[in-house]
């Protein structure tokens, strides 16, 4: 079936190490994204990437890296310098301007809760 | 910039009636896409409806609607006949005019349906 791949879906990690979310698809989408959101709140952009091997900083990008080596997969390192990293993590892809089935709406993995202890 | 403002942080509605929750947006952009979006407890986002500025009607899915009021900014999601699986977060977000821009998220509304 087509669609997103998150994983692992529960992580915990103790203070001071990395940790790198899986996002995975099958959806030939150019355009992948990930967002960060915490209890309550609405979604943040962290990092997104419109091609391989080019990605762009999100209005939370400080503590993340990411790289884009194909176009199916867009992994997210949340590094040590990010100061509070608990929170829920979603990746979502976007279909290209002018696919047929095309309103411009985002496509969701079903994310990635993690927990630093 | 562009912004979405969600002012419920939570309703209650009960099984079988209709309930608004309200959504306004600030952009410059003269073509723009809104979108909601729901949200489970099981932490996946659900696309529901899309309007895009330029549409004359408004939007219609199903049980969804979208209440698209130009001038006043605002879209708000209709949903009739609430069902208790309709007990979720919804978010209203914006596309900007060029395809490149991304999307900007309100906090979102948790919405509890009542038997």
């Known amino acids: 079936d087509g669609g997103i791949t998150q994983s692992p879906k529960y992580l915990f990690r103790k203070e001071g190490q990395n940790v790198t979310l899986s996002c995975e698809q099958n959806?030939?989408?150019?355009?992948m994204y990930w967002y960060r959101q915490d209890p309550g709140q609405g979604l943040r952009l962290i990092y997104y990437?419109?091609?391989?091997?080019?990605?762009q900083k999100g209005d939370i990008a400080e503590g993340y890296s990411v790289s884009r080596e194909k176009k199916e997969s867009f992994p997210l390192t949340v590094t040590s310098a990010q100061k509070n990293p608990t929170a829920f993590y979603l990746c979502?892809?976007?279909?290209?301007?002018?696919?047929?089935?095309?309103?411009?709406?985002?496509?969701f993995g079903e994310g990635s809760r993690l927990t630093v202890l | 910039a562009q912004k979405i403002t969600q002012t419920q942080p939570g309703m209650f509605v009960q099984e079988k009636e209709a309930v608004t929750l309200d959504c306004t947006y600030d952009?410059?952009?003269?073509?723009?896409?809104l979108f909601w979006y729901k949200q489970p407890s099981s932490g996946e986002m659900i696309f529901l409806i899309y309007?895009?500025?330029?549409?004359?009607q408004n939007a219609t899915e199903g049980r969804y609607s979208l209440n698209f009021q130009k001038a006043r900014k605002s879209a708000n999601l209709v949903i009739s006949a609430s069902q208790l699986g309709d007990s979720a977060m919804y978010f209203c977000?914006?596309?900007?005019?060029?395809?490149?821009?991304?999307?900007?998220f309100g906090p979102g509304t948790r919405l509890s349906v009542l038997p």
């Open positions: 979502a892809t976007r279909p290209p301007k002018g696919a047929r089935v095309n309103t411009g709406e985002l496509f």
């Open positions: 952009t410059s952009d003269p073509s723009y896409g």
């Open positions: 309007q895009g500025s330029y549409d004359q």
């Open positions: 990437s419109q091609i391989v091997n080019d990605f």
């Open positions: 977000a914006m596309r900007g005019d060029n395809y490149g821009q991304n999307f900007v």
């Open positions: 959806l030939n989408h150019d355009a």
